[in-house]
């Protein structure tokens, strides 16, 4: 038997939640009947919101990203928390079918236009300790563990303007505790649906893995094409303590009209693995900001990101591999396959610490264009402090090899056919690196699927 909560409610928005506006009576409206350590941290996140300058293309990391012409935040409502239930055989056909795949699962979470509406975890683990449960709900029932970490020391309000945003105006997201040597065989599985279209939803993920733990944790967000501009702000903040494993999947399908806005933090304490995915194939727009820290010794996170995109679509990727104890190791291979119009850009940068001696770290960033009006821009970067250390980086920027596909083609391949195995190829590689049960299979139809159109 699975531990199950369920929120009762329609599936779908609830046009009567929506405010007028993002500003500080919205944040006041979500701390009335807070604790006052949360209702302060909203409120100072909102004052750091608005001291801090709106991000410009005047800025090196947001050189290729005008938000003055991609994101629009005073036309956006804000779609506040209200009660939801989750009925699968009411889901939408899309959302249907991708929690088709998810059956076998550790526990599963199910979030509705930024409420939680459904959770189940296994008895088994529930006894042992282990918590999966909404945001809300774990500010009463387990108020110490969000108090310490969260919006705190991975992704609190000072970090940029977006960061402050998130933690002043989110609504709801979901808690996962790993207890101290617990190990998680089959994964955490979350889909997130977006239905409300010209709103903003703000959502939050606070991981916490104990000494010697194990989970594996995938988030899949999707929704229709959407026919106003909407804001999707997640934030997620992942702690892997001594010796722990994690795995942390992120899957972005949502529709045309969606602009998709990841920060992601996580932060890898000794001798753990801390392994991040990121996948963006969805959304008019997406913005990635993902740093890992690694600040224990033999601490080691490998980062893996791709991206397929078509007409317009932009991705942008900013990660940071923040190397502060020695004896580290992080590995980054993000890689992208561009059609039409569609844009990506890659910034990252190594940062090695005064002292994180014989810090071992790579990174590499690989696009192939399939269409002449396609562009890929890639700015890898080191800084470095220390010096016994093995750090490199490379990027590419390149057409479809023409000698494979002629190849192909001689082998009675039809052009389209070739063209589709080139690129499998191509993006299988990152793939190929998290063998995670179910995901490289979801993860290859999904591409396949948008290959055929």
């Given at each position: ?39 302060q ?87 042992k ?14 108020p ?60 939050r ?16 967000i ?20 001594p010796?722990?494993q ?121 696009n ?5 009006h ?70 290859t ?9």
């Amino acid at each position: 038997m699975a531990d199950s909560q369920t929120i009762e409610g329609p599936i779908g928005g609830i046009m009567e939640g929506v405010t007028d506006a993002l500003n500080r009576e919205a944040v006041e409206a979500l701390a009335a009947d807070e604790p006052e350590w949360l209702a302060q941290r909203r409120l100072d996140a909102w004052a750091v919101y608005e001291r801090t300058p709106m991000p410009t293309t005047r800025l090196e990391e947001w050189r290729y990203t005008d938000l003055s012409r991609k994101l629009k935040l005073d036309e956006l409502r804000l779609l506040e928390w209200a009660p939801r239930s989750f009925d699968s055989d009411a889901a939408p056909v899309r959302m249907a079918r991708a929690m088709e795949a998810d059956r076998e699962a550790s526990g599963h979470l199910v979030e509705v236009d930024g409420t939680v509406a459904h959770v189940d975890l296994r008895e088994e683990l529930a006894e042992k300790g282990v918590i999966l449960t909404s945001l809300r709900e774990a500010v009463k029932t387990h108020p110490e563990l969000l108090e310490e970490h969260l919006a705190t020391e991975a992704l609190p309000a000072e970090r940029g303007k977006f960061q402050a945003l998130s933690a002043a105006l989110w609504t709801d997201g979901i808690l996962l505790y790993v207890p101290r040597g617990v190990r998680l065989d089959q994964p955490i599985r979350v889909t997130r649906w977006v239905s409300e279209a010209g709103t903003a939803l703000f959502s939050r993920t606070l991981i916490l893995a104990e000494d010697a733990s194990q989970v594996s944790y995938v988030d899949e967000i999707l929704s229709d094409d959407l026919d106003a501009h909407t804001l999707v702000s997640t934030g997620v903040e992942v702690f892997a303590r001594p010796s722990a494993q994690v795995q942390f999947v992120s899957l972005q399908r949502l529709g045309r009209g969606a602009f998709h806005l990841a920060q992601q933090r996580t932060i890898a304490d000794k001798d753990s693995t801390l392994d991040t995915l990121n996948v963006n194939v969805g959304a008019s727009t997406a913005r990635l900001d993902l740093n890992a820290q690694l600040v224990g010794p033999g601490a080691n996170s490998d980062m893996l990101g791709l991206c397929f995109g078509e007409d317009d679509q932009h991705f942008d990727h900013n990660t940071s591999q923040d190397h502060v104890a020695p004896h580290a190791k992080s590995d980054l291979l993000y890689k992208g396959a561009l059609d039409g119009r569609a844009r990506s850009v890659f910034r990252g940068i190594i940062k090695v610490h005064k002292g994180a001696q014989q810090t071992d770290a790579y990174q590499t960033n690989r696009n192939l264009l399939l269409s002449e009006h396609a562009r890929a821009d890639s700015l890898p970067n080191l800084e470095i402090e220390a010096d016994d250390v093995r750090c490199s980086h490379g990027a590419t920027v390149g057409q479809l090899d023409q000698n494979i596909l002629f190849y192909l083609m001689s082998r009675g391949l039809p052009r389209p056919i070739a063209e589709r195995l080139v690129v499998m190829g191509f993006l299988g590689e990152v793939l190929s690196k998290l063998p995670l049960g179910g995901v490289v299979e979801k993860l290859t139809t999904i591409i396949e699927e948008k290959l055929h159109g």
